[in-house]
């Protein structure tokens, strides 16, 4: 079946401005993470939703960060004000429910953000 | 706090050699420890993982890894390497709270020929 799916693959966006992430996650799979990986980097943890609700969100850096995913499948995060530092490549990942190291979290290719 | 570290940022092996990649960890109770590869433009593939039982653990694509809570590290390995293994290889545990990946820094696999 499907993988995880991320779009778009690349983002170029000015400094300031404001994206939009997606996710599409495996399909049945109600635990659904975000992570981001800078450069030279291994990946670092945002936020992670249980069905429709964020059930941690201490990764998130700070305020201008938001993720939402209503109907418990497709997630966006979104990024206010975006500054230079946020240039990254953001990964999406799924798994059966939450992990407890039991489920295995599958990874999507990621969407490659640049902020100039 | 929890972290992992990969103290090789690089590392070369000649095709058909043995490879080693170390993996050490920092967690107060038994840990999860997963091992990751990724190619470029691919997302991140799970190798092999750890929760408990035996110590040396088997993955896919011939790796290996073995836990030794006495050196906090988890090393993977593989008898022979192959050119198509040249990638980042990530090591992670879970945290605490049972969700999210810790993951190291990564360490680069090339293979020469």
């Known amino acids: 079946g499907a993988g995880v799916s991320q779009t778009p693959s690349n983002k170029v966006t000015e400094k300031g401005k404001y994206v939009e992430l997606r996710c599409d996650p495996i399909?049945?799979?109600?635990?659904l993470y975000w992570y981001r990986q800078s450069l030279g980097q291994g990946p670092e943890f945002l936020i992670y939703?249980?069905?429709?609700?964020?059930?941690?969100d201490s990764g998130l850096p700070n305020d201008r960060f938001f993720a939402v995913r209503p109907e418990g499948s497709v997630s966006t995060l979104k990024i206010q004000r975006t500054e230079r530092g946020d240039s990254a490549v953001y990964l999406c990942?799924?798994?059966?429910?939450?992990?407890?190291?039991?489920?295995?979290?599958?990874f999507g290719p990621g969407t490659r953000l640049t902020v100039l | 706090a929890q972290s992992v570290t990969q103290p090789d940022i690089h590392i070369t092996v000649s095709e058909g050699a043995s490879l080693e990649l170390r993996c050490n960890y920092s967690?107060?109770?038994?840990?999860?420890l997963f091992w990751y590869v990724q190619s470029p433009g691919q997302g991140l593939q799970l190798l092999l993982k750890?929760?408990?039982?035996?110590?040396l653990v088997q993955g896919i694509k011939g790796f290996e890894a073995e836990f030794k809570r006495s050196q906090s590290s988890f090393n993977l390995r593989k008898p022979s390497v192959h050119w198509s293994d040249a990638a980042e290889y990530f090591c992670?545990?879970?945290?605490?709270?049972?969700?999210?990946?810790?993951f190291g820094k990564g360490t680069t696999l090339s293979v020469s020929s």
């Open positions: 750890y929760f408990s039982g035996d110590t």
């Open positions: 990942a799924s798994s059966l429910e939450a992990s407890g190291g039991l489920n295995e979290q599958f």
């Open positions: 992670a545990v879970e945290d605490q709270a049972g969700t999210a990946l810790i």
């Open positions: 939703f249980q069905g429709t609700g964020a059930a941690d």
């Open positions: 967690y107060g109770a038994t840990p999860y």
């Open positions: 399909s049945g799979h109600t635990a």
